[in-house]
């Protein structure tokens, strides 16, 4: 397998895995109809993936975590915030299903960020170490 087919069913795993729950959670919770759900899981998705943009501009603005990345995040808040607005507007529902769905939303987000994080570094490790098994022989050292 390829390093671009690895990161991409990495990728993919690894959202399953954050949404999933928060998919299943929030349908228990908020009582949706279908296409309101349709619409929550369409956003869940959107903001994992912009979670994976708000880590990796993170990386390269603070240049690996030499300064504060504050000012990165807050430079995306604009954009996380039309995202919550429009999400307000297709469920259409009541406020207090509104502010948990948005709740949701930002856990999505932190998903994505901190996805984003741990695979890069991993894969940093792994091609300056030589490979998996590299690093694996010497972590158990």
């Known amino acids: 397998m390829s390093s671009r087919d690895s990161l991409s069913a990495a990728v993919h795993s690894a959202k399953e895995q954050a949404l999933r729950p928060l998919a299943e959670e929030s349908a228990e919770s908020l009582?949706?109809?279908?296409?309101?759900?349709?619409?929550?899981?369409?956003?869940?998705?959107?903001a994992w993936f912009f979670g994976i943009r708000t880590g990796h501009n993170v990386m390269v603005e603070t240049k690996m975590g030499e300064s504060d990345p504050m000012p990165v995040i807050l430079?995306?808040?604009?954009?996380?915030?039309?995202?919550?607005?429009?999400?307000?507007?297709?469920?259409?529902?009541t406020v207090?299903?509104?502010?948990?769905?948005?709740?949701?939303?930002?856990?999505?987000w932190v998903a994505g960020a901190k996805f984003w994080e741990v695979e890069i570094a991993a894969r940093l490790i792994e091609s300056q170490a030589g490979g998996f098994d590299d690093v694996l022989g010497r972590l158990m050292e």
């Open 31 to 46: 009582d949706l109809d279908e296409r309101q759900l349709a619409e929550l899981e369409a956003y869940l998705h959107d």
């Open 75 to 93: 430079s995306m808040q604009d954009e996380f915030q039309d995202l919550m607005e429009r999400l307000a507007e297709d469920l259409n529902t």
């Open 96 to 108: 207090g299903k509104t502010l948990t769905a948005w709740d949701y939303l930002g856990q999505a």
